[in-house]
């Protein structure tokens, strides 16, 4: 289970803010095109991150337990607009490079296993999202 994030304007630039997450401090901002200043990542880059940090993680964790020869986890994403039945929707590719000696069988298994990460799950399923003000 994740800890507390709290995330609240710095003060330093137009839409900068600082992510604290348990001992971390992160900066997001949006990019100069969107009237940031380019700062730290832009909101779905942390989203992003997330999912990709999550995919190699659980890799990793597979490949010991089933003492797979994986010697390197690569995950690049990307963020899209796509349109599904007339309705804009948004879409995360990921693109996994795996090295090391694996067999084709140990590289699907490990694609099938990316598909189980807990943030893939938790964003292709039905999050709930309740929000509320502070006192």
């Known amino acids: 289970m994740s800890g507390l994030v709290v995330v609240a304007e710095n003060g330093l630039g137009r839409y900068q803010q600082e992510v604290r997450a348990g001992q971390h ?3 997001a901002d949006e990019p100069t095109d969107m009237g940031g200043a ?3 990542p ?3 880059d942390f989203l992003m991150s997330g999912l990709g940090a999550c995919t190699s993680m659980t890799l990793r964790m597979y490949a ?10 690569h995950v690049e994403l990307s963020h899209e607009k796509i349109e599904i039945d ?3 929707r948004d879409q995360i590719n990921r693109t996994i490079k795996l090295d090391g000696p694996l067999s084709q069988e140990q590289r699907q298994r490990l694609l099938e296993i ?3 990460c807990p943030v ?6 039905s999050i709930v999202l309740p ?3 502070a006192e």
Request: hydrophobic residues 35%; charged residues 30%; positive net charge.
């Open 64 to 73: 010991e337990r089933k003492d797979l020869p994986l010697t390197g986890i």
């Open 25 to 27: 401090r992160l900066i």
């Open 120 to 125: 893939h799950r938790a964003l292709s399923g």
């Open 42 to 44: 832009a909101p779905f």
């Open 86 to 88: 007339g309705s804009k």
């Open 38 to 40: 380019d700062a730290g």
């Open 131 to 133: 929000c509320k003000l």
């Open 114 to 116: 990316a598909g189980k």
